[in-house]
């Protein structure tokens, strides 16, 4: 699985939303890889798997994808933050295809 983290282009802004029934998350895009098939990034507190989660990511000229998923992984204490991963569900073939198109860009070293 590709991943790259979404920075050095400029193409998106600075903070990806991830939220739950529970709670919101604003997280800065250094701290997120995005896969063709699912995101991981820190969180500064823990989510239980199986929780689902909606990540919105959205470009500098207004394009938004938004994307539903699981978390499959949450490993970390309180004290060092929490490292999330999490599978999309439900993926549409426009958003795959932008997904993937984001995995094998430029975002940087992944």
Request: proline residues 1%; hydrophobic residues 30%; contains cysteine.
């Amino acid at each position: 699985m590709s991943a790259k983290r979404l920075t050095g282009t400029g193409a998106f802004q600075t903070s990806v939303s991830v939220s739950s029934r529970d709670s919101k998350l604003e997280l800065s895009t250094e701290t997120v890889s995005v896969h063709r098939n699912g995101i991981e990034f820190r969180s500064p507190k823990a989510f239980n798997e199986w929780s689902e989660m909606t990540v919105a990511l959205q470009s500098k000229d207004g394009r938004r994808i938004s994307c539903h998923g699981v978390i499959v992984g949450c490993a970390g204490t309180k004290h060092t933050g929490y490292h999330i991963s999490m599978v999309f569900t439900g993926l549409n073939s426009e958003t795959e295809k932008q997904l993937g198109t984001m995995a094998r860009s430029e975002f940087g070293a992944g």
